[in-house]
């Protein structure tokens, strides 16, 4: 059984040491890791995260040991993935009063991971507040750092953030708060910044819009180190490395459009490139001239192909575009296809097997979901007639991503 560790007077950390080689997102933490939970035991006592599932009878037994069960009035959840949500199960057996804390994406989720179908849920949005007797709690939706259902809560009275992933690092440690780590944890700070946050960095610099005017006292992540010392500085850490500083690199679009329908897909795509300080710029392959086209080409860091479907095939000068990237070099660039179609859209597929001839790196969404667990892009982007509102969302997170890659030399 682990030890209890107090943060203040009433807030316990009760997590779990996990000093074990532990398998993570294909990866292999030889420092292991901890998993945080929180106890706030306060007039509505509040639990905030749990911890592996594989820790979850042990979790239970230990927060018993503090508190009676039944007595917990809330359960928050900041985020579903199971090294934080896995003990829920378990916990919300025993605690029969505890309503669930979530924000609405992850309440199915919960449902359906812990069978807590008739159990009661309450849904925060970004901002709300939650008077637990004593302490008020206030939640911030951080969707995508690192999955769509995430949020950070915030201690206003206390000043302690518990941002679950967020602002965490991967050291099985028994020191529990940074100032007492045995070395400087910044380094491993900083890696475990690179590859689960960096990913989604425009997103994190959203968080960091959201968290600037508070005062931040203690920040409790729920792996490694509980930060209390020089807290700033590690905020810094991710708004420096999330910022963009290279405006230097390039997107070209082409298109060739039957109905207008992919030439606004087209255009669409440009916008958000310059909103993510990519360079952009958009061509109809059947107005330009071909050198000018190859010259943009070889330009570019980033080329999305976008065509109609007309007969089953592609229109205009597409296909002699295509052609020509087997006699260029474009191995460090990037490639994509969209369209917009009415029923089959073969021309994207067909300009999709010419990308996979070329040289070109082309985004695909098994990728996507190996790199980053973002299961939410699809490629080729297929658009069925014309453009709606998850079809926009859809090209802005394909957007987002594109330029994180072509960003993310850090
Ligand atoms: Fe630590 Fe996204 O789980």
New binding site residues.
């Given amino acids: 059984m682990e030890k209890n560790i107090m943060l203040n007077e009433n807030t316990y950390w009760v997590g779990k040491v996990d000093d074990r080689d532990v398998p993570f997102h294909r990866l292999t933490l030889t420092k292991g890791t901890t998993y945080n939970s929180y106890l706030l035991n306060t007039e509505k006592p509040t639990v905030i995260d749990t911890v592996d599932i594989s820790f979850g009878r042990e979790f239970v037994q230990n927060l018993s040991n503090i508190i009676a069960l039944d007595e917990i009035k809330y359960i928050v959840i900041n985020?579903t993935?199971p090294?934080?949500s896995g003990a829920l199960g378990s916990l919300a057996a025993k605690a029969k009063n505890a309503v669930i804390v979530c924000t609405e994406p992850a309440v199915n989720e919960l449902k359906e991971m812990y069978r807590l179908h008739s159990r009661e849920f309450l849904v925060v949005s970004d901002g709300d507040t939650l008077d637990i007797g004593g302490k008020i709690l206030k939640f911030m939706q951080t969707p995508y750092l690192?999955?769509e259902e995430t949020m950070i809560t915030y201690c206003e009275d206390d000043k302690i953030l518990f941002p679950c992933?967020i602002f965490?690092t991967h050291i099985a440690n028994y020191e529990y708060f940074n100032d007492l780590a045995k070395e400087d944890i910044k380094e491993d700070f900083t890696v475990y910044y690179k590859l689960i946050m960096h990913p989604h960095r425009r997103y994190v610099q959203e968080m960091i819009e959201k968290i600037k005017d508070l005062d931040i006292k203690i920040i409790a992540p729920?792996?490694g180190f509980i930060i209390r010392y020089d807290v700033q500085s590690f905020i810094d850490i991710y708004d420096n490395m999330s910022k963009s500083t290279d405006q230097s690199k390039k997107a070209l679009v082409l298109y060739s459009t039957m109905t207008g329908n992919t030439k606004k897909i087209a255009t669409i795509l440009k916008e958000k490139f310059e909103e993510q300080n990519i360079t952009s710029e958009i061509m109809d392959v059947n107005k330009v001239p071909m050198e000018e086209i190859i010259s943009a080409i070889n330009e570019a860091d980033t080329i999305f192909f976008g065509s109609s479907t007309r007969y089953g095939d592609m229109i205009g000068n597409m296909e002699e575009v295509l052609k020509n990237l087997k006699t260029l070099n474009l191995e460090s660039k990037l490639g994509a296809t969209f369209g917009s179609y009415g029923w089959s859209g073969e021309a994207i597929e067909v300009i999709q097997d010419y990308l996979n001839e070329s040289n070109l790196k082309v985004l695909n969404t098994s990728d996507i979901i190996k790199s980053t667990g973002m299961t939410d892009i699809e490629l080729p982007l297929r658009i069925r007639f014309s453009l709606k509102e998850d079809s926009l969302k859809s090209i802005d997170r394909l957007v987002t991503y594109t330029s994180d890659l072509l960003l993310s030399a850090i």
């Fill in positions: 985020h993935e090294d934080h690192h999955t992933d965490s729920s792996h």
